[in-house]
């Protein structure tokens, strides 16, 4: 499983112009693509890894104050409670070591990777997360603003 994280002051999904999901406040933005040999496992672990990650600035903290938490961040979204909004993206497992037309061979069929992106999304919510989702399989427009920008990578 491989995740794009986002932290973002706001964010939302559109299919066909209506908004299937929205960041309601400040949070995360993920990018989820799910390879072939990932499991329930695999989606549990990430999700606790990203729940717990120290990403996001204290609301507290201004940047006239010299704080550092304010641009690195210090807290996590289970510290405040912070949304996530999750988008399937098949694409980030793109390889382009060949030709000039991507291969999608490492990703996951349809038949599995949905499956494992709702177990990634259910174990969010189990660990106390508010999480929003795109449509799976659709052809969405993503909107958000990066604050920061901060951008992760995680791959498990």
Known sequence: MRIVLQRASRAEVRVAGEVVGRLPAPGLVLLVGVTQTDTVSVAAQ??????????????????????????RGDLSCSDLAAPLLVVSQFTLYADTRKGRRPSWQAAAPAALAEPLLEAFVDALRGLGAQVETG?????????LVNHGPVTICLEG
């Open 135 to 143: 449509r799976f399989g659709a052809l969405m427009e993503v909107e």
């Open 46 to 71: 990430l999700a606790a890894k990203v729940w717990g990650l120290r990403v996001l600035p204290d609301p507290d903290a201004r940047p006239e104050d010299g704080a550092a938490g304010w641009s």
